[in-house]
């Protein structure tokens, strides 16, 4: 089992940057594919960004590519989600999950162990 703890949401106004960190216990998060998923009121939770556990392959939904990053410390037990350039649209609260499996992929149903969420407004 794996513990996950979603932080540093907040408001930003649009073009501004929040980094989100998911703080892992329980197992090392080495083991683990990790994701960012979001979910707006009103709508289904939806895939943001994915990290593998090995060979560090990345997979990013083309609504955030080229303006949020995934990446992960092992030795903090922490995956970080930097968003940039933010939109009014990415207002949404914000979920960490893992994955036993290797690949990062898109479906919410196909992670193990998901975080309580943390929420990210944007003004604009």
């Known amino acids: 089992q794996v513990q996950l703890v979603e932080s540093g949401g907040g408001l930003a106004q649009a073009g501004g940057s929040l980094r989100l960190s998911c703080a892992a216990s329980?197992?090392?998060?080495?083991?683990?594919?990790m994701g960012w998923f979001r979910q707006a009121p009103g709508k289904e939770r939806e895939f943001v960004a994915g990290?593998?556990?090995?060979?560090?392959?990345?997979l990013y939904a083309d609504s955030v590519k080229g303006r949020f990053t995934i990446s992960r410390d092992n030795a903090k037990n922490t995956v970080y989600l930097q968003t940039n350039s933010l939109k009014p649209e990415d207002t949404a609260v914000y979920f960490c999950?893992?994955?036993?499996?290797?690949?990062?992929?898109?479906?919410?149903?196909?992670?193990?162990?998901w975080g309580q969420g943390t929420h990210i407004t944007v003004s604009s």
């Open positions: 990290l593998s556990w090995s060979v560090g392959v990345t």
């Open positions: 329980g197992r090392p998060i080495r083991s683990y594919t």
């Open positions: 999950a893992a994955r036993r499996q290797f690949e990062p992929v898109t479906t919410p149903r196909e992670y193990d162990y």
